[in-house]
């Protein structure tokens, strides 16, 4: 239900910016989150976004450099990553989780309270 795009292969220090949609479902009541898979490792938890918008949670390893957004009239979510370093190399994976309700607009980290994923885009970055 979620589809992403815009990855690729880049050099270090170069910029991508991922984009993720869904048919059929507004983004404007869901957190959003953006995870990775290096060959290898266990997913992890890359940046997160509120339903409202508000609010936003980076894993240190990326603050500064990449950024989480969305555009509700597109029903879309990004993320640029600037600067970017071998180590960013991975399979992107969306993930969204309806959670607009009055006085709750929580941003979720883990992988386990996300109900959508999408089925992933590559990022190689070579050095």
């Known amino acids: 239900q979620l589809v992403e795009s815009g990855g690729g292969l880049v050099q270090a220090g170069d910029s991508l910016r991922l984009s993720c949609t869904a048919s059929?479902?507004?983004?404007?009541?869901?957190?959003m989150g953006w995870f990775r898979q290096a060959p290898g490792k266990e997913r992890e938890f890359v940046a997160a976004?509120?339903?409202?918008?508000?609010?936003?949670n980076y894993t240190d390893s990326v603050k500064g450099r990449f950024t989480i957004s969305k555009q509700n009239g597109r029903n879309t979510v990004y993320l640029q990553m600037n600067s970017l370093k071998p180590e960013d190399t991975a399979v992107y994976y969306c993930?969204?989780?309806?959670?607009?309700?009055?006085?709750?607009?929580?941003?979720?980290?883990?992988?386990?309270?996300?109900?959508?994923w999408g089925q992933g885009t590559q990022v190689t970055v070579s050095s």
């Open positions: 976004l509120s339903w409202s918008g508000r609010s936003t």
């Open positions: 993930a969204a989780k309806f959670t607009r309700r009055p006085g709750y607009d929580p941003i979720l980290v883990r992988l386990d309270e996300y109900d959508f």
């Open positions: 059929g479902r507004t983004f404007s009541s869901y957190a």
